[in-house]
């Protein structure tokens, strides 16, 4: 009986190893045989990813060049940014697309880092240092699978997410996309994300191709300056930065973001040792790699001669902002990569070896299949579902920090709550950078958000008076005061600071509400920990919210207790900035608040 089970277990077995490999083959006669008919022309084509805004006066170059993917950048402009008219866009420069010669369709990527952040009226997500406080893959992956499906609402295909960069400088302005400063806790949360976005499988109509960024230590640059300089030895940047990337890999990542910054001096945008040694051959990534905006332009000020090292260091595909009225356009990077093939420089096995793995993907999504925009889901964009899972998130990103005299949760039936602060009726603010644009801004910056006054007022009862300022006046009479202040909206290096005080307003704002004699509830909209200890002080309780993003109903469901703060710090919190870098397994730890700190009711 053993004996034939055990047969029955290998046959199934190597069915299944067989059934793979057999997919692989069909997979690889595919892409050689479309391969086989392309010229150089046409290959490096299908490299160049241009930029919507530097090619929207050239359309025709799409078909003429075979284009192989666009991208709408942070600040990249669409005549109409709801879900219909990003749909719109999407069909009119796929269709150029498929007039190419041979009809290959375009990969379409964008960064859809917190929800499909470029839409109006989409649902926007805590930022990832919110879920990182969440510590929750599960919620993760089904908030990358929300996203996904609102992205494919628009027809576009490629996420540029989840960043896995370990933040261990929180000068750094990109800390708040980074999931925290711990690479467990990073590389479980990266893996939930990819699963949701790309789903159980890549040929599936609603998967979008995730884009693992960026590689490799982008989150643990000297000083925390964004694009800098990652100085520590190979061991270290494998132990801390390497774990992100080997497992989302391993859970079928197809893309990976090469970043901005050096390591020990070289730019990662030109080492063949990370890119082809180590990425490609010793963790055997079979995806493609793309560069970042315009990042193979930094290798050198020869364009050409910029080319030359990183695609010979192993890139697959260069994001190329800019058109023809530009510097370093995309019909340099066509012409000049053709001369260095030509010359001899950029060997063809290299260019067919970039071209496979891009063709590769393609037909992984099923493309030729899947490039039609499926309209039911542009009208779930934003949907009241998809709110509630961001409400949700909010709820669980919460960390609180403080609760004197268990001040929290308040009461439904207080008399009067006065809120007040900058960030108290602002969703811009909550939402946090990428935001609708690249550096988003504060106000009314997205449709369809609620605000945590509209949401205190959402939720106390009706005998409760709900009074409002901007500067933390008139809280005198009140039974509590909830101070909302924290960061204005920034993103990448406009948020590098060497000061992580809470600004002027913010400080006069909880100094007068304290001075109201009423108990005061601070809560911080922010992209990182910030400097507190005196606002600390002046305050009954404190909840770290991060940039919980549109859903501010979230916020009251915890200040009021119909959930209880479940978050935990995803960084150790400094005393002052003198500390900074201050991470979890430092010598002489002595943090504010420690990593994974969090109260609760
Ligand atoms: C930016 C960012 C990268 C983003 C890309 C496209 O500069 O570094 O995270 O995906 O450009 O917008």
């Known amino acids: 009986m053993k004996f034939t089970l055990l047969m029955i277990v290998m046959l199934i077995a190597s069915s299944f190893v067989y059934s793979q490999k057999t997919n692989e083959d069909a997979l690889n006669k595919k892409v050689n045989e479309l391969l086989a008919k392309m010229t150089l022309e046409e290959k490096i084509g299908q490299m160049t990813q241009v930029d919507l805004d530097a090619i929207k006066k050239t359309p025709k170059d799409i078909a003429k060049y075979a284009i192989g993917s666009l991208l709408c950048g942070g600040d990249t402009e669409v005549p109409d940014i709801t879900a219909k008219g990003w749909a719109d866009t999407y069909e009119k420069y796929q269709n150029i697309a498929l007039k190419s010669r041979l009809a290959i369709p375009i990969l379409w990527g964008i960064d859809a880092v917190h929800g499909h952040n470029n839409v109006d009226g989409a649902t926007i997500f805590p930022h990832n240092i919110g879920l990182g406080a969440t510590r929750n893959p599960q919620l993760v992956e089904k908030i990358a699978a929300i996203t996904a499906k609102e992205i494919k609402g628009t027809g576009i295909q490629w996420d540029f997410a989840p960043c896995v960069a370990v933040a261990l400088n929180e000068r750094w302005g990109r800390t708040y996309e980074s999931f925290g400063e711990d690479p467990e806790l990073v590389k479980n949360l990266g893996v939930a994300y990819v ?62 973001m090469i970043t901005f910054n ?113 309209r039911k889901l542009t009208k779930e964009v934003g949907s009241a579902e998809h709110r509630e899972v ?32 900058k960030s108290a009726d602002d969703i811009g603010n909550q939402c946090g950078g990428w935001t609708i644009i690249w550096q988003s801004k504060s106000g009314n910056v997205i449709s369809g958000g609620t605000t945590v006054l509209q949401a205190v007022k959402n939720t106390v009862s009706k005998g409760t008076k709900v009074t409002s300022s901007l500067d933390g006046t008139g809280a005198e009479g009140a039974d509590v005061c909830l101070v909302v202040v924290g960061e204005t909206p920034y993103a990448e290096m406009f948020g590098d600071r060497e000061d992580l005080s809470l600004a002027k307003e913010d400080v006069e704002a909880i100094e007068k509400a304290s001075a109201s004699g009423v108990p005061v509830v601070v809560l911080l909209i922010s992209g990182r920990p910030m400097i507190v200890e005196n606002e600390l002080r002046k305050s009954n309780a404190f909840i770290a ?57």
């Open 195 to 256: 699963k949701g976005m790309q789903t159980k499988d890549l040929s599936n109509k609603n998967a979008v191709l995730a884009s693992v960024k960026h590689f490799i230590g982008d989150g643990g640059t000297t000083n925390g300056i964004d694009q800098g300089n990652t100085e520590i030895d190979e061991a270290a940047l494998r132990k801390i930065h390497l774990p992100g990337y080997i497992e989302t890999i391993k859970a079928g990542a197809k893309n990976i």
């Open 262 to 374: 050096s390591w020990n001096g070289e730019k990662v945008h030109g080492h063949k040792y990370l890119i082809t040694d180590l990425l490609k051959g010793e963790l055997g990534f079979k995806g493609f790699v793309v560069s970042d905006w315009a990042g193979i332009d930094q290798l050198d000020k020869d364009y050409k001669t910029a080319i030359e090292k990183s695609i010979n260091a192993g890139m697959d595909m260069a994001m190329i902002p800019f058109g023809p009225d530009r510097a370093n356009n995309y019909l340099q990077f066509i012409t000049y990569l053709i001369e260095l093939v030509n010359e001899g420089k950029v060997s063809m096995n290299r260019i067919d070896d970039a071209v496979q793995r891009i063709l590769k993907v393609k037909f992984e999504m099923n493309l030729w299949e899947n490039y039609k925009v499926d």
């Open 390 to 421: 961001a409400r949700d998130a909010v709820r669980q990103s919460l960390v609180l920090l403080k609760n004197d005299n268990n001040i929290l949760p308040l009461s439904k039936q207080l008399k009067r709550i006065h809120v007040t602060g």
């Open 545 to 601: 919210a991060w940039l919980p993003g549109t859903e501010g109903q979230g916020i009251a469901d915890v200040l009021f207790g119909d959930f209880k703060p479940t978050g935990k710090l995803p960084h150790s919190w400094p005393k002052n900035m003198k500390q900074i870098p201050i991470n979890i397994g430092d010598a002489n730890y002595d943090p504010l608040f420690p990593f994974g700190f969090g109260l609760t009711y």
